[in-house]
């Protein structure tokens, strides 16, 4: 079959996607692989039409020694194969100065920091030094741990050495307990860089977030429904044969399906699957209840510590009447009804009353 060739002279800003799109997307596997495979990815996003830059990893950090490190500088020339073949620009991760200069050297188009690299302000000082003087777009994931500052500290390193195109790319937070996502999102950070930084576009890695193909889907539609300004999707003809993140990556068409549901707004009318999808988002906001009332007890812990050396009674009914006041007008502002939060909350203050008594009585036995 001859391919047509469609090579586009000059790249459009990222604000400029933005403002005709209204979202910027970045799809294409975690890792370039094989020539075939990093093409037939590239001609199969250029079709879906929505794609603005094919995304794959040439040197991958790994956290375990012995996993597939990425094929190198050789993966270039696949990608360029792919950029000339469909005409989409091509996006790699940096993680060092040699790594800048290698891939400006093979005319990728953009490139994106990783979340192990961000969190070490020397190495990112080093990148913004060897990027300085070039017009090339660079997006900052966050860091693994949950810190702004790490995030913003590292955008600003760039801003500073006169990158004109940034963006930011959330894609969570390492956890620290057991969860059916693979990494925690924390949507208040997100929330929190957009007020602090208005003029950085920030979009969602939702397959970082997952871990997990059927996951992917609910993560990205919270992002577009909070408002981000797009996503980076991993995408790989054969999932289950990758070499990295075989787990997480979402076959072209699968791509295409969630991108129709989520941004193309077209309904589900298979109520088999609308009742799984849905099903889904109720598993994860569940995990995120289990997450906060743990959060919550663990403070308690603190709370009975305190109580103890200061002699202080568990119950404080004054306290508790400014927590049910306050939780009631919350719950009405959300259209919950205060009656069943008082249920709720009583259920939780009862746990907590237990708890410290538990833990005073330990304390004094020791
Ligand atoms: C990746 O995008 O494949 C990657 C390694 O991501 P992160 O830095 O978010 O872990
Ligand atoms: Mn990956």
């Not at 799109?21 to 020539?35: F, K, N, V």
């Not at 129709?260 to 799984?276: C, K, M, Q, Y």
């Not at 237990?354 to 005073?360: G, R, S, V």
Request: glycine share 6%; net charge positive.
């Amino acid at each position: 079959m001859k391919t047509e060739v469609k090579v586009s002279t000059k790249q459009k800003r990222i604000s400029n996607i933005l403002e005709e799109t209204g979202r910027l997307i970045i799809a294409g596997p975690c890792s370039a692989e094989s020539q075939e495979q990093v093409i037939e990815t590239a001609k199969a996003l250029a079709a879906d039409g929505r794609v603005h830059y094919l995304r794959a990893g040439i040197w991958k950090p790994r956290t375990m020694p012995g996993s597939f490190e990425g094929v190198g500088t050789l993966g270039f020339k696949w990608l360029k194969m792919a950029k000339t073949i469909t005409g989409l620009p091509i996006a790699t991760e940096v993680g060092s100065e040699r790594h800048v200069y290698e891939a400006l050297k093979h005319g990728v188009d953009m490139l994106w920091i990783g979340a192990r690299t961000v969190s070490n302000p020397f190495t990112i000082q080093e990148i913004a030094d060897a990027i300085r003087g070039v017009d090339i777009p660079i997006m900052v994931k966050n860091p693994l741990s949950p810190d702004i500052n790490l995030w913003e500290g590292a955008i600003n390193r760039f801003a500073r050495a006169g990158v004109s195109q940034l963006g930011a790319v959330h894609r969570g937070f390492t956890l620290s307990g057991k969860s059916i996502l693979r990494n925690n999102p924390s949507w208040n950070i997100p929330q929190l860089l957009r007020e602090r930084m208005p003029d950085i576009p920030i979009i969602c890695d939702p397959s970082h977030i997952a871990g997990k193909t059927n996951l992917v889907q609910p993560i990205a539609q919270r992002a577009i429904n909070m408002g981000l300004n797009g996503l980076m999707v991993e995408v790989h003809p054969n999932p289950q044969q990758a070499l990295s993140d075989a787990a997480q990556q979402l076959t072209p068409l699968s791509f295409t399906t969630m991108l129709n549901r989520i941004i193309g707004e077209v309904e589900l009318t298979n109520t088999d699957e609308l009742l799984s999808e849905l099903r889904l988002e109720i598993d994860l906001i569940d995990d995120e209840l289990i997450r906060a009332i743990a959060n919550r007890m663990n403070l308690v812990k603190h709370i009975a510590e305190a109580k103890k050396l200061s002699n202080t009674d568990i119950i404080q009914p004054s306290r508790w009447d400014s927590i049910v006041q306050r939780i009631g007008q919350l719950a009405s502002e959300q259209g919950l009804r205060p009656s069943f939060i008082r249920k709720l909350f009583n259920s939780i203050h009862k746990e907590s009353c237990n708890f410290q008594h538990e833990q005073i009585l330990q304390s004094a036995v020791k």
